[in-house]
Structures are given as C-alpha cells and as structure tokens.
C-alpha cells in the first residue's frame, strides 16, 4: 500500500494528549474525520498505524488539532512532534474540474505555450495567496519575454506576481552554484491555461518579466 504525505506533527496541544499538525493537503477531511491515519517519526522508515478519533481546526491559523488513540498525554504527545501525517494514497477525495491532488501535478513537464519550449518539471507546490509551483530548470530557457521593465510587469499583474517579485513565498530554497537553478510559476488559470496529467505536462503562458524576476533571485 502506497501512503501520501499529508502533513506534519508539529506540537503537542494541551495535556490530554492532542496533536498539532500544519497540513500539506487542501482537502480538510485528511484531518477531520475518523479513521486509519499512519505517523512516520523522523529518522525512521517504518510508519506506524494510528485510529484519527476527532480533529478541528484553528480558527484564523492553518493548523488542526487532532486527537489519536492511543494517546492519552502530553509526554506520548511530544514523542511524536515532527512525524509525517500520512493517508493511504488509494483514498482520494473527489475534485471539481479544476481541482489536482499535489501527487499528480509533481514531475510534470513544464512547457511553454507559445514556443512548445520544454523548460523544466514540477518538483514541489508551495501556497503564497495563489499556490506556486516550483519548476526546475532543464537549463536556462531561451524563450524569455524581454524589453519589458519590471515595474510595467508588476502594474500589470499585482496579484499574480506580487509573491514572487517581493520574495514573500514560503520555503525559500538556498542553492549551491552546482543545484539546478529553479523558477516559481503562480499556479493559476491566465499563466497555466493547460494541466494534461495523462501527457504528463502543463503549458505555461508566462507574463512580461516573470521568468527574468524569478531567475534573478534565484
């Protein structure tokens, strides 16, 4: 059985033995509603099977707090801060049209519309307003949209680029000189028109400067 990573134990929450979790997934049932759920403590390769009997969220926060059996205090509480929150893979919730599941979207080829320019592949999917999908690079594109000033770009398109241009997305990667370099691409429907999962692609229609902005900081 293949499990999906989901989220992450973060912190004890009082003492009878609750959990924090940050989760990693858009779909708050993974967090809400009992059954088998399966914890990963660092450093360990072996999961270990848990019954979920409630969980809630934070309001105002994007955190849960559930509660396991099992474990009845603060101490077995701790013990598990920092391990994965795991879902078996086979149970998907069901999507709207434009609805994926992270899984899917990870590896996929990243091609620009306008060119058929293969630049790179999908590695990780972040959430900064819009979600953003990190792409690294199979090298340098050659189809880049130049002559356009950054500041023209940012007017017109403050809310698509506002995370990149002010380096206010999350985890952002420090890189050594040998590390692919990698792009953030808004993941949203005027940039990436096209999600073929069965092609194992998505087009991109990157705006004025978007490209040059994330590979300046990158």
Known sequence: MK??????????QGLKGELRVYPESDFPE?????????LQLPNTSHPQQ????????????????????GIEDI????????????????????????????????GLEVIIQSTGEAIGRVTEIYTAGNDLLEVTLNTQPQTVL??????????????????V???????KKKRSPKTAPSIFIPFVAEIVPVV?????????????????VNLADS
């Open 146 to 163: 130049e002559n356009a000033p950054l500041e023209d770009t940012l007017k017109a398109n403050p809310e698509i680029l506002s995370e």
């Open 30 to 38: 993974r967090f809400l509603q009992p059954g088998v759920r399966w």
């Open 50 to 69: 848990f019954e979920l009997l409630s969980g809630r969220s934070i309001p105002g926060k994007k955190l849960y707090i559930i509660k396991l059996a």
């Open 165 to 171: 241009a002010t380096g206010s997305r999350k985890k």
């Open 196 to 212: 073929d999962i069965k092609a194992g692609r998505i087009e991109i229609i990157p705006p004025p400067g978007l490209l040059e």
């Open 3 to 12: 499990l999906l990573d989901v989220g992450k134990i973060v912190a004890a």
């Open 75 to 106: 101490h077995q509480a701790e013990a598990l801060r920092g391990a994965k929150f795991l879902v078996d893979a086979g149970d998907r919730p069901s999507l709207k049209a434009d609805e994926y599941h992270v899984a899917d979207l990870v």
